[in-house]
């Protein structure tokens, strides 16, 4: 038996015009007919108007990634009474949004493996907006299911989320990042990633695999590492890192490679004297 006691909402916009929304966006879990999630979340950062270094929590920009955590749940429920029809997104308001991409996240609690990180729910490539103007969109989106897969699950590409905060220092980022994947000896994924990593900011990102792999290849032999390739160092808050059953489209197996919720791997800088050029993300094992 698996409790969920803690969720994360992740969602990237289209990256069109007007397809952004200020208004927030309401998750809720339905098991045997009663929500037992009935929450509310931004996802995205804006400045509160004109005054420095004031932010509110609300919607996304067009093209804009959002993770938002619901911290723990004041009902954890049981991972097994999900159905495809448990999960629903939905709007507050009628600056309609069009999603590109939704996930929910969520950490389960068991005897043999507690804290574990998985995906719950899914939804790729929609095509629908929402809003609640019945001329503009939908009120709320389905999103169903995803596996957890296992050990053996052949992974296709991988999915990272990432997300720096704010703080008082400086945690943001103009260098660019590395993400390697090593499985069964040798490396199937190195993407460098030259976005900027701004604070207040989450991204999403699909990744080519050169060689599909098994978690049980990454057990065996295998890493996930995080590099920096300059100065500035940076101090992310979230990373996740899943594999996907399927080359494109929707996935129905998404089995968690590395999660790190709460960043505590320091900071990433290639000057020594700010932090460590590189860190192994811990295997979900």
Do not use: C
């Amino acid at each position: 038996m698996a409790i969920v006691d803690n969720l994360w909402l992740a969602a990237l916009t289209k990256d069109e015009e007007d397809a952004g929304s200020d208004d927030r966006f309401n998750l809720t879990v339905n098991i045997d007919g009663i929500d037992v999630v009935a929450r509310d979340f931004g996802i995205g950062w804006r400045m509160a108007g004109q005054v420095p270094n004031r932010f509110l929590r609300t919607g996304l920009l067009d093209g804009q990634a959002g993770i938002e955590s619901s911290n723990v749940l004041n009902t954890p429920f049981e991972s097994a009474g999900l159905t495809h029809s448990s999960v629903r997104v939905g709007i507050r308001g009628d600056d309609a949004w069009a999603p590109e991409h939704v996930l929910l996240i969520g950490r389960t609690q068991s005897s043999f493996k507690p804290g574990q990180i998985l995906a719950l729910a899914m939804e790729t490539e929609i095509s629908s907006w929402l809003s609640a103007d019945s001329d503009e969109g939908h009120l709320t989106l389905r999103l169903r299911l995803v596996s957890p897969g296992s050990s053996g699950t052949l992974i296709q590409r991988v999915l990272l989320l990432i997300y720096t905060d704010a703080g008082d220092e400086d945690v943001q980022t103009e260098s660019s990042i590395e993400l390697q994947i090593a499985a069964g000896g040798g490396i199937v994924l190195s993407q460098t990633i030259t976005d900027d990593l701004d604070q207040l900011t989450a991204r999403w990102y699909f990744l080519d695999v050169t060689t599909p792999f098994t978690q049980a290849d990454m057990v065996a032999n295998g890493s996930i590492s995080l590099r920096i390739l300059g100065t500035d160092a940076w101090l992310p808050k979230t990373i996740f890192v899943f594999g996907l059953d399927t080359a494109s489209g929707r996935p129905n197996e998404v089995v968690t490679l590395a999660s790190v919720p709460e960043w505590d791997l320091g900071w990433l800088s290639t000057d020594l004297n700010e932090g460590s050029p590189s860190v192994q993300l811990p295997l979900n094992v």
